[in-house]
């Protein structure tokens, strides 16, 4: 099938002032995709290297797309610090020129889109809107948020340096961090869909219908859980597994390190992790 590639005009806006200031009020760069089977759900994949991403389902057929370079005026300490950065010897005695850019790209086919942006070298948001049944793949790295709102499609959410932030959300999701908080709003929960929140380094807060069906199992290593729910517990730690001595080979047992229960009955596994934090399971009010 023809792929359709999308590539974005960019704007380049010269800084001679010699501090890292951009223009705030500059335009971002923007797109307006449709997706090439409109009645069906589709895919939207973004990926920001520094930099946040904000999503939002809308009543609407294409996807939205905008990028920005983050803008701020700096500091006189971090001025202090700019100033202290190595030039090289050839760049001696001449000016630095910022660039603004985003480098934006989109590409869609067979209604998966991919959205991309140069920003190794510096911040960069994107806002995008999709229709609510959209299906989302989203990863950052540094210096920025996930921030998803009215979605219903299945979500997987990656960062590694930020938080994430679901709202509205009605399909499964998938949401991993290492350095931020994974904080979820559930308005309804697509049954039979197995899902996992985690983190590293924040706490794991997640609120869901009084009805759902689910398999839970939690674990914090330096922090607590709590809950409205009334959760069966069907496993502790304490249960051990032992693994057969092969031969000329170690033997081994260990002990499981989740909690395990059930809630209304149990359904589809719902994984809770963290290790400096504690989890929260919500009944929405």
């Known amino acids: 099938m023809r792929k359709n590639y999308y590539f974005l005009p960019v704007f380049t806006i010269f800084i001679l002032a010699g501090i890292l200031a951009f223009a705030q009020d500059s335009p971002p760069d923007k797109a307006v995709v449709p997706f090439s089977k409109p009645g069906q759900p589709g895919i939207v994949e973004a990926t920001v290297h520094n930099g946040g991403i904000t999503v939002k389902g809308y009543n609407g057929k294409e996807v939205i797309v905008e990028a920005l370079v983050r803008g701020k005026a700096l500091s006189e300490e971090e001025k202090d610090v700019e100033k202290e950065k190595k030039v090289s010897e050839k760049a001696k005695g001449m000016r630095l020129v910022q660039m603004a850019t985003t480098g934006l790209t989109v590409e869609e086919e067979n209604n998966y889109m991919e959205v991309n942006v140069e920003s190794f070298k510096r911040a960069i948001d994107l806002t995008i809107q ?12 540094n210096n920025g948020d996930i921030v998803v709102e009215n ?13 994430l932030k679901l709202s509205g959300i009605s399909g499964a999701v998938v ?19 197995p899902m996992s929140f985690t983190t590293w380094n924040g706490d794991v807060d997640v609120t869901f219908p009084a009805d759902i069906k689910a398999n839970v199992k939690m674990k914090s290593e330096r922090g607590d859980i709590y809950t409205d729910f009334e959760i069966k517990i069907t496993a502790t730690p304490s249960s051990p597994v032992e693994d057969s001595r092969k031969e000329g080979g170690k033997y081994r047992i260990s002990f499981g390190e989740y909690i395990s229960g059930t809630i209304n009955g149990g359904g589809p596994q719902f994984l809770f992790n963290t290790f400096n934090g504690d989890i929260f399971i919500r009944k929405a009010k």
């Open 151 to 163: 979605v219903n499609g299945e979500i997987e959410v990656d960062n590694h340096n930020g938080a």
């Open 175 to 193: 949401a991993n961090t290492f350095n931020g908080d994974v904080t979820v709003n559930f308005t309804k929960v697509e049954p039979d869909k």
């Open 130 to 141: 999709v229709p609510y049944s959209t299906s989302l793949k989203l990863n950052t790295f």
